[in-house]
């Protein structure tokens, strides 16, 4: 299958937020808390190891099995949250910077302005309880 001509957005988004703030060592330190893991990060870390996508460490690391995996599951809801303030608070930073609604719909890939608008405001009232 021959590559496309155009990157798809998001790995075009990812490689600029990359090269802008997290080229360096000390800046990629910032992105994590060192001395304990975030649920997205222990999620994707079991999704990652137990899938293949990341590697062991050694021989000595053990193995993800079921319980890893339904602790990695238990810790979703949080990510959820954590993403869901997120989105507020980009969508809030980008309409204080002058975005339209449209823009927000369709950097999110929604089909309207008022759909960016229903979705933010779910989110707030979903973030609310």
């Known amino acids: 299958m021959p590559a496309p001509d155009h990157p798809h957005p998001a790995y075009t988004a990812l490689f600029r937020i990359q090269q802008r703030y997290a080229g360096t060592e000390e800046a990629r330190g910032r992105l994590t808390n060192p001395h304990m ?26 193995q993800v099995q079921a319980e890893d995996l339904l602790a990695a599951l238990s810790l979703l809801p949080l990510v959820r949250a954590e993403l869901d303030d ?41 973030t609310a309880d």
């Open 37 to 62: 893991l975030s649920p997205s990060e222990a999620v994707r870390l079991v999704a990652g190891l137990g899938g293949g996508a990341l590697a062991y460490t050694d021989d000595a690391e053990p």
């Open 86 to 126: 997120l989105e507020i608070g980009l969508h809030t930073m980008a309409r204080g910077e002058g975005a339209t609604w449209s823009q927000i719909a369709e950097a999110s890939g929604l089909a309207s302005p008022q759909a960016a608008q229903q979705r933010h405001a779910r989110l707030l009232r979903r």
